[in-house]
């Protein structure tokens, strides 16, 4: 598998991987309607930097990495990551978060802090666990889920 920084050919690949999770609407606080444009809009915002990992020329999932505040926060990195659901279960979400913590220190981020973990999300929440984040706060019934109803949701952190 290779991650790589996404190029602007990447957008319809990585629409691809986006569109069925937020449709979906169980991980994402982000609109389960957005068309294409605004999706793509969000995430490869100039604030983010972007990357792709694929397999023998197929994007399999997408990260982005960027500071987590700004100012008196700005050296904690934060990352949102999306796996294509049919390549779930390779390792592709563990490889993107490795390439993640790497990118983040050589950016000079002293911390990595994801602010929404949902809770029902058992498999990001061990997986995130296992590379050594810590569920530092808790935020009850903060997502609504579509299937599951309102769940908690993790602030998870690690330091670098």
Same mark, same amino acid.
């Given at each position: 598998?290779?991650?790589?920084?996404?190029?602007?050919?990447?957008?319809?690949?990585?629409?691809?991987?986006?569109?069925?999770?937020? %449709?979906?609407?169980?991980?994402? $606080?982000?609109? %389960?309607?957005?068309?294409?444009?605004?999706?793509?809009?969000?995430?490869?915002?100039?604030?983010?930097?972007?990357?792709?990992?694929?397999?023998?020329?197929?994007?399999?999932?997408?990260?982005?990495?960027?500071? =987590?505040?700004?100012?008196?926060?700005?050296?904690?990195? =934060?990352?949102?990551?999306?796996?294509?659901?049919?390549?779930?279960?390779?390792?592709?979400?563990?490889?993107?978060?490795?390439?993640?913590?790497?990118?983040?220190?050589? %950016?000079?981020?002293?911390?990595?802090?994801? =602010?929404?973990?949902?809770?029902?999300?058992?498999?990001?929440?061990?997986?995130?666990?296992?590379?050594?984040?810590?569920?530092?706060?808790?935020?009850?019934?903060?997502?609504?889920?579509? $299937?599951?109803?309102?769940?908690?949701?993790?602030?998870?952190? %690690?330091?670098?």
């Amino acid at each position: 598998m290779l991650i790589r920084p996404a190029a602007p050919a990447d957008s319809s690949a990585i629409w691809r991987v986006l569109e069925p999770v937020l %449709r979906a609407g169980e991980t994402y $606080t982000l609109a %389960r309607d957005m068309n294409e444009g605004e999706a793509l809009a969000y995430w490869l915002s100039p604030e983010h930097a972007v990357f792709v990992a694929e397999d023998q020329g197929q994007v399999l999932g997408t990260y982005y990495l960027r500071s =987590n505040r700004k100012g008196g926060g700005a050296h904690v990195a =934060n990352c949102g990551y999306v796996t294509a659901p049919w390549a779930s279960g390779r390792g592709v979400a563990r490889a993107m978060c490795a390439h993640s913590l790497d990118q983040a220190r050589a %950016r000079g981020f002293r911390a990595m802090q994801f =602010n929404f973990v949902v809770s029902s999300n058992e498999r990001a929440v061990r997986l995130w666990q296992s590379l050594g984040f810590e569920i530092v706060g808790r935020l009850p019934g903060a997502f609504l889920h579509p $299937t599951l109803g309102y769940v908690d949701a993790y602030v998870m952190h %690690r330091e670098l």
